[in-house]
């Protein structure tokens, strides 16, 4: 069974840092392109950021470009995301994606609330 279990997630000061984590279980992410998606309350998923799947190149939506990171282990089977100069509009349940060809798989989520 495929997993993609995100962690990191939490309670953190407008100004602080986070750092999430997308552990995969079940297939090998070396391939794969990933992503970070997020819905905020009541609104819509936004896409957050992707790197491909040699890890050499990453994208970030404007909203957080200069203020996140994407990276990944592929030896660890793992991604992350490295937030740093959290706002409370970055309060989201943050999801993690693999897509490769046909292949497409989504984790649970972590909360992440910035506020004071």
């Known amino acids: 069974e495929v997993q993609l279990v995100e962690s990191g997630g939490g309670l953190v000061q407008p100004g602080g840092s986070l750092r999430l984590s997308c552990a995969a279980s079940?297939?090998?992410?070396?391939?794969?392109?990933m992503m970070w998606v997020r819905q905020a309350p009541g609104k819509g998923l936004e896409w957050v950021s992707s790197i491909n799947s040699g890890g050499d190149r990453t994208y970030y939506g404007d909203s957080v470009k200069g203020r996140f990171t994407i990276s990944r282990d592929n030896a660890k089977n793992t991604v992350y995301l490295q937030m740093n100069s959290l706002k409370p509009e970055d309060t989201a349940i943050y999801y993690c994606?693999?897509?490769?060809?046909?292949?497409?798989?989504w984790g649970q989520g972590t909360q992440v609330t910035v506020s004071s």
């Open positions: 079940g297939l090998t992410i070396s391939p794969y392109a």
């Open positions: 994606n693999a897509f490769y060809s046909d292949y497409n798989y």
